[in-house]
């Protein structure tokens, strides 16, 4: 649920954007979104397709990941936004990968940035993988397969909208670890995570965005925005997206109560 308002930057020519700021690989939820899945071994986690276990876990992120897809496009929709978001990496072969980073540290989140970019470098080509899809946004889906009390929480690589020149991208994903403090994660805690991607900020803590004063008027109201309050239900989502999220991924250029509570200016308006 935690944000890394960081990102992950690569030197190149190409971009997959067409606005003149500089968003990110995830700059508008509007248009084509591919969503590369990638099954990831680290120093403490691994997957064993062999394993009964990890095989069920594998096919529950699948279907997961389409209830996700299809609850934010479902959201767009309702703002008159058409969004088209390919998930499907059963039926879509570059959208797999397995890596192995064995280096990165469990205690240290920053140690997986080095390893992920040295990963993109030998194995994924972006601008063809986005060109054979006409994509606008892509978005990477770390998996991580946690045991049940890892204490850590998925987080989004979000780009902050700020910092590169036109010549470097910010890849933005998500690195979902599976099970957390008791708990399996699975299709809200993905939307949330995607969310982040797309410019959407966490609404269950204080931030330079958010003052305590509003986090304190989500808990007065019992708010079920999906950037607020995840239920861990993993196979069906039954929190809200509301104006505020809708603002923050720049579905409006305007939100009732970033106006009244003096929120932070959404990413797309700067």
Not at 6 to 11: E, S, V, W, Y
């Amino acid at each position: 649920m935690s944000v890394l308002v960081m990102c992950m930057l690569l030197a190149g020519s190409g971009s997959i954007k067409t606005e003149a700021a500089n968003l990110g690989t995830a700059h508008f939820i509007g248009g084509k979104t591919i969503l590369v899945s990638i099954f990831t071994n680290t120093s403490k986690y691994s997957w064993d397709f062999d394993n009964p276990d990890d095989f069920q876990t594998y096919s529950s992120l699948y279907h997961q990941l389409q209830t996700a897809a299809e609850w934010i496009e479902e959201q767009t929709a309702a703002w008159n936004v058409w969004s088209d978001i390919e998930w499907d990496w059963y039926n879509n072969k570059d959208l797999y990968y397995v890596a192995d980073l064995p280096n990165v540290n469990e205690e240290y989140i920053d140690s997986r940035y080095p390893e992920t970019l040295d990963w993109f470098e030998s194995h994924i080509d972006v601008d063809a993988l986005t060109a054979r899809y006409n994509a606008d946004n892509i978005i990477f889906m770390w998996y991580i397969n946690t045991d049940l009390y890892h204490d850590e929480h998925c987080h989004a690589f979000q780009f902050d909208y700020k910092g590169l020149t036109d010549n470097q991208k910010g890849y933005e994903g998500v690195w979902f670890n599976v099970h957390m403090s008791g708990y399996t994660k699975g299709a809200s805690a993905m939307a949330h995570e995607i969310l982040h991607c797309f410019g959407a900020v966490d609404l269950y803590r204080s931030s330079d965005q958010i003052p305590q004063s509003y986090v304190d008027h989500l808990k007065s109201i019992g708010s079920t925005d999906i950037m607020y309050m995840i239920y861990d239900r993993p196979d069906k989502i039954t929190e809200t997206f509301t104006e505020l999220d809708a603002y923050y991924v720049g579905l409006t250029p305007n939100s009732h109560d970033a106006q009244v509570y003096g929120l932070g200016k959404s990413p797309h308006l700067q």
